[in-house]
């Protein structure tokens, strides 16, 4: 039997689990199956290959199990979740001043936070990369596995939580004043390959405070690499909320998710 690493143990339970509820929730649940059988198949054989695949492998089976929960889109949504979660939202942005205080200096914050939205579909590679550069390559694992953990994590619940993002269900609504070439950019990239079966709780957020957790767990010898992913992943969270992408009860649930990623980066490490 190959010896699979932690990360990839980890993925082949989320894509079992995924295949375990799909007869709940899609009209072909043999797909699900199909699709763990294809990731546990892919990881057996590229534990015989050349490392540097294996060391990039997890972000193809991250990018699968995001277009697998498309196929847990409802055919109607209802948006009795959403009407609660826009309250605290305006709340936030308008009671409180959120929206204000970032357009106060016009279009370079919210074009910063539009580029740190933009960039989370980078973040698992750049930490993997860090570590090889580094010449760290031995623990790529324990990077992703603390990675997968929030960013999976978040995905295992969007089945219970189907809902819309807010840009969509209030459209023209709440919306910023100030748009930025790279907001357009981001809208485009959303509205072609965006999933529609739940925006909570908010994957972008996930993902990028566990690679904030795994990088401070795992390079301990420059440790600026996690403190700057932490400011960054705090941007990230930010920017969902205020580019209307998530809801801000979206964000925080992200950040709780993130979380788990803390246990799993210390598990792999004692493992190895």
């Not at 989320?14 to 699900?32: E, G, K, L, N, S």
């Not at 059988?37 to 534990?47: D, E, H, P, R, W």
Request: with cysteine; proline share 6%.
């Amino acid at each position: 039997m190959p010896r699979l690493r932690s990360s990839e143990w980890l993925a082949i339970t989320y894509f079992t689990y995924v295949a375990a509820i799909a007869p709940f929730y899609i009209a072909a649940p043999w797909r699900a199956l199909v699709l763990a059988a294809i990731v546990a198949g892919a990881f057996v054989v590229l534990s015989r290959g050349r490392p540097m695949y294996r060391d990039f492998a997890p972000l193809a089976a991250a990018l699968a199990a995001y277009r697998e929960m498309n196929w847990f889109t409802p055919a109607v949504h209802d948006h009795h979740l959403e009407r609660g979660w826009i309250v605290w939202d305006r709340a936030l942005l308008d009671g409180h001043g959120l929206r204000a205080a970032i357009e106060s200096a016009g279009a370079l914050l919210p074009g910063y936070l539009e580029l740190c939205y933009l960039l989370v579909y980078a973040v698992g590679p750049v930490v993997v990369a860090a570590a090889i550069f580094s010449e760290r390559r031995h623990r790529t694992d324990h990077l992703w596995i603390a990675y997968l953990a929030g960013t999976l994590g978040a995905y295992a619940l969007f089945p219970y939580f189907p809902s819309e993002p807010p840009r969509t269900v209030f459209a023209g609504e709440d919306l910023p004043h100030v748009v930025t070439v790279i907001r357009q950019l981001n809208l485009w990239i959303v509205g072609g390959y965006g999933i529609h079966s739940s925006v909570f709780p908010s994957a972008h957020v996930s993902s990028a405070f566990s690679a904030a957790w795994g990088l401070l767990a795992v390079m301990k010898e420059k440790r600026w690499m996690g403190w700057a992913m932490l400011v960054y992943a705090v941007s990230v969270s930010v920017a969902t909320v205020y580019g209307r992408y998530h809801y801000g009860v979206d964000a925080v649930a992200g950040f709780a998710v993130s979380l788990l990623a803390i246990p799993a980066a210390h598990f792999a490490r004692e493992r190895t």
